[in-house]
């Protein structure tokens, strides 16, 4: 299914020198640099640099997304693709470290067929203000879509949902914001994505990370082979969609995932781990 995917993206490239710091892009709506986006950018693994910035964000006015990197535009073809490869039926997806993106409220506007999208952030004031927007968001293309927010961490992800979960994990820049702090809990965080995924399932990760380093730190974390694309070229950054699928089920099994353990909630209800 996620090779499926990635032949539709452009070839690898070498990512081209940009606005980084440390070895991460920067959002173009962080220009120009202040003291709180400074704060946040040197403790991206740290929760309360997170919860500060959504905090303020929140005071800013109207919540609006904020995306990482880019939003659901750039990436809605390779997602499409990725989802008409599913087995019939609504798709189970869950958003880890979904901050206030519009990644996970679009999927579930926009996609034709059915959706079930649970976003999970461990910053309060960002798992708030996405509820806000789905309470004020028009409803979703197909009337069996639902979506809802968890509070919670990523690296601890099978204290809230039990193993084989979902059809696909996406990750947009999480785990570049959980390396910054610890490659263990990073690795952590893999191995729990793929511990959530039903077989035949796939974790794709957007990044702009070097494959030369990324490739081989997902093919340690999570013990699948791993492929790789390129996304977006943007102010002269490039991005990449990694991904690594759970081994396929034999024709003996299922290829559904199992329900999840915690009980449905309504569209916008919040649920912490
Ligand atoms: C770089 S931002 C990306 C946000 C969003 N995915 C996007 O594309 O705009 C990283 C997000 O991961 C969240 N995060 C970092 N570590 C986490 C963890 N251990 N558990 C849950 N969320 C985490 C942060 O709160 C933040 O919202």
Same mark, same amino acid.
């Given at each position: 299914?996620? /090779?499926?995917?990635?032949?539709?993206?452009?070839?690898?490239?070498?990512?081209?020198?940009?606005? &980084?710091?440390?070895?991460?892009?920067?959002?173009?709506?962080?220009?120009?640099?202040?003291?709180?986006?400074?704060?946040?950018?040197?403790?991206?693994?740290? &929760?309360? %640099?997170?919860?500060?910035?959504?905090?303020?964000?929140?005071? /800013?006015?109207?919540?609006?997304?904020?995306?990482?990197?880019?939003?659901?535009?750039?990436?809605?073809? +390779?997602?499409?693709?990725?989802?008409?490869?599913?087995?019939?039926?609504?798709?189970?997806?869950?958003?880890?470290?979904?901050?206030?993106?519009?990644?996970?409220?679009?999927?579930?506007?926009?996609?034709?067929?059915?959706?079930?999208?649970?976003? +999970?952030?461990?910053?309060?004031? /960002?798992?708030?203000?996405?509820?806000?927007?789905?309470?004020?968001?028009?409803?979703?293309?197909?009337?069996?879509?639902?979506?809802?927010?968890?509070?919670? @961490? /990523?690296?601890?992800?099978? &204290?809230?949902?039990?193993?084989?979960?979902?059809?696909?994990?996406?990750?947009?820049?999480?785990?570049?914001?959980?390396?910054?702090?610890?490659?263990?809990? %990073?690795?952590?965080?893999?191995?729990?994505?793929?511990?959530?995924?039903?077989?035949?399932?796939?974790?794709?990760?957007?990044? @702009?990370? @070097?494959?030369? %380093?990324?490739?081989?730190? +997902?093919?340690?974390?999570?013990? %699948?082979?791993?492929?790789?694309?390129?996304?977006?070229?943007?102010?002269?950054?490039?991005?990449?969609?990694?991904?690594?699928?759970? &081994?396929?089920? @034999?024709?003996?099994?299922?290829?559904?995932?199992?329900?999840?353990?915690?009980?449905?909630?309504?569209?916008?209800?919040?649920?912490?781990?």
């Amino acid at each position: 299914m996620a /090779a499926t995917a990635l032949a539709k993206v452009s070839r690898l490239k070498k990512p081209s020198v940009g606005q &980084r710091i440390r070895g991460q892009a920067v959002p173009a709506s962080f220009a120009p640099f202040s003291a709180w986006t400074d704060d946040l950018l040197q403790h991206m693994d740290q &929760r309360d %640099a997170w919860d500060r910035f959504y905090a303020r964000r929140g005071r /800013a006015g109207t919540p609006c997304p904020f995306d990482w990197f880019f939003g659901y535009k750039e990436i809605s073809a +390779l997602l499409g693709s990725i989802l008409r490869g599913l087995p019939h039926g609504r798709a189970r997806i869950l958003d880890v470290g979904c901050g206030t993106s519009s990644l996970g409220l679009e999927l579930y506007r926009h996609s034709p067929s059915p959706v079930h999208v649970s976003c +999970l952030d461990f910053s309060s004031p /960002a798992v708030e203000c996405l509820a806000r927007l789905l309470r004020d968001s028009p409803p979703p293309c197909h009337p069996l879509s639902e979506l809802d927010c968890h509070l919670g @961490d /990523a690296t601890e992800l099978s &204290r809230c949902f039990a193993p084989g979960s979902f059809h696909l994990v996406l990750d947009k820049g999480t785990c570049d914001s959980v390396l910054r702090g610890s490659p263990l809990r %990073a690795k952590r965080l893999v191995a729990e994505c793929l511990q959530v995924l039903s077989p035949g399932g796939c974790l794709l990760q957007i990044s @702009d990370e @070097d494959p030369d %380093a990324r490739v081989p730190f +997902l093919e340690t974390a999570g013990g %699948a082979p791993v492929s790789v694309g390129e996304v977006a070229h943007l102010n002269g950054i490039s991005y990449y969609a990694y991904t690594l699928s759970r &081994r396929a089920p @034999d024709a003996s099994e299922v290829a559904r995932p199992t329900e999840p353990a915690f009980e449905s909630h309504r569209p916008g209800a919040l649920s912490e781990i």
